[in-house]
Nanobody, 123 residues
Framework: QVQLVESGGGLVQAGGSLRLSCAAS????????LGWFRQAPGNEREFVAA????????FYADSVKGRFTISRDNAKNTVYLQMISLKPEDTANYYC????????????????WGQGTQVTVSS
């Protein structure tokens, strides 16, 4: 069993930056594919970014490529999402997820989920 707890969300102006963190419990963290997803009201949960267990491979949605960076610290059981040049359309509840096959981009492919952290970008 893995528990995930996100933090770092908040209110930021367009063009600003935030760094989200997701701390995990459990002994197998370093072996998991990890992902970030987001969900705005009325929308489906959408893929944002993912990172392989050894951090050698990262994957991004086209909408965030070049602005968001996913990273992980396996010693701290933590995955991060650095977000720059934020836009109002980035406003959503952001979730981290764990345990999926390599390169997974669909929410249903991840086994464990956090409760989410709200990011609001004002124009």
């Amino acid at each position: 069993q893995v528990q995930l707890v996100e933090s770092g969300g908040g209110l930021v102006q367009a063009g600003g930056s935030l760094r989200l963190s997701c701390a995990a419990s459990g002994r197998s963290f370093s072996s998991y594919m990890l992902g970030w997803f987001r969900q705005a009201p009325g929308n489906e949960r959408e893929f944002v970014a993912a990172i392989s267990p050894g951090a050698l491979s990262t994957f991004y949605a086209d909408s965030v490529k070049g602005r968001f960076t996913i990273s992980r610290d396996n010693a701290k059981n933590t995955v991060y999402l650095q977000m720059i040049s934020l836009k109002p359309e980035d406003t959503a509840n952001y979730y981290c997820a764990a345990d999926a096959f390599f390169g997974a981009r669909l929410a249903r492919e991840y086994r464990y989920w956090g409760q989410g952290t709200q990011v609001t970008v004002s124009s």
